[in-house]
């Protein structure tokens, strides 16, 4: 009965969700692509006889999709005959997974999920028809785990993580959320904290298998590209510039950071002056940030307009002078990462990095990349999204919390990050003002200490190399659970 008034609610919703694809448009036109496929609609497939087995994994966005990328190449590498079909809601998540193909050459097609109505999952199943399916994190579509469920396909949730405020959320809908969960063949939880809270929705097979995202390799050539950055930044002596990274920071969050960093950016140029390397999460938003940054009266560079790298380079003496020219003018106070892929390459330059979306209550982002570069990290009060994660990092040394006024706010996993965050929309302005002032005074002090910065650095390293494995308990979780032949075919 409440999937029957979800679907009813969500059918009404159709003339409002078209408008907002029309409306992200105007800043993506990638909204406009493929606009069909929301509704079940596909350009033509080989019919069963002729196309390969099929695996589908989803991926909504970036993060999952860059999560995806060890479980998609250990998928193809088990499944020689298998074709992957991997599916996203956002174009940036298109984007992201559309550079897997080249690593796969003929091995992957791409495709948006559907909206959740039935319709249009009866549509996608019956024009696909996967073998067995597998959605990253926290896709919890009722109806599309109903459909699942109709044409007989292993359906599992992995590297599934739910906070306690969207664990609150979901305990509103209990009887919407738990038949999906109970639908599925397992789920891989990332950590005991996601598992519980799962279970207490009605999840009846968790198991905790790891965060994917330890798996992932960071690409060589970006941080090689980041290095070669930082060694433009330096002042009119030749000195290196101490290097803040700002990474995939959100709405709001650049307004606290250029406030709260201000003087130390516009100190006097008697010593080298530091570099605010920011990099805002949303593509859509480089131009409002970097309006911004120009507005707060900071000098300002983008990334966008770095000239291209030379790639050929026939003599030593021409090396040096291509270098010499690329250098970053000493008198740029902020350099805007106006690009997408090349968070590697942003750690790899930088000397210390603040996480985005962790200063205002967005969860946080992640800051396992930032690890498996080993680049030293901050984290503010807000972490509730990568809670287990983030307390580890601290544990481990490799990074540190940025606190606001409750200095006894808990780092733990389902602890006061979570449960404060659980109910509060927005921060007080005191908090985020106490967040500003204390960040003002720890980042540019730990850049001035270089033996702090090594040791983070060495424990980053330590603290990625230890978590990692998921991908091969999350298969084995995902294979075990399911020996019964899928649509036929054993996978």
Known sequence: MLRTLYSAAFTLAQPALLARLFWRARRQPEYR??????????????????????????????????????????????????????????????????????????????????????????????????????????????????????????????????????????????????????????????????????????????????NLKFDVTPDAAARARGARWKQRFVDAHGNARPVLLAASTRDGEESLLLDALAPWLKQPATEPSPLLLLVPRHPQRFDDVAALVRARGFTLARRSALPPETTQKPSAHRAEKSEAIATLAPDVQVWLGDSMGEMAAYYAAADLAVMGGSLLPFGGQNLIEAAACGCPTLVGPHTFNFAQAAADAIDAGAARRVRGLDEAQGDAPGGADATANANAPSPPDSLAGSVSATLATLAPALLADPAALARMRECAHTFSHAHQGATARTLAAVFATDSAPANGRGV
């Not at 606009?35 to 695996?55: K, M, Q, S």
């Not at 970036?62 to 250990?74: F, L, S, Y």
């Not at 469920?149 to 738990?178: E, K, T």
């Open 33 to 210: 692509q493929h606009i069909g496929e929301r509704w079940g609609h596909y350009a033509a497939w080989p019919t069963p006889v002729e196309r390969p087995p099929l695996l589908w994994l989803h991926a909504v966005s970036v993060g999952e999709t860059r999560a995806a990328a060890p479980v998609i190449d250990a998928l193809l590498a088990a499944h020689p005959q298998h074709t992957l079909l991997l599916t996203h809601m956002t174009p940036t998540g298109r984007a992201a997974g559309a550079e897997l193909l080249t690593r796969h050459p003929g091995r992957i097609v791409q495709a948006y999920l559907p909206y959740d109505l039935p319709g249009p999952c009866k549509r996608f199943f019956a024009h696909f028809r996967p073998q067995r399916g597998l959605i990253m994190e926290t896709e919890l579509w009722p109806n599309l785990c109903a459909a699942a469920a109709a044409q007989r396909v292993p359906l599992a949730l992995v590297n599934a993580r739910l906070s306690a405020r969207s664990a609150a959320g979901y305990a509103r809908v209990r009887g919407l959320i738990a038949p999906a969960l109970a639908s599925l063949s397992v789920i891989a939880a990332q950590a005991e904290a996601d598992a519980e809270r799962l279970r207490r929705l009605g999840a009846p097979r968790v198991v905790v298998c790891g």
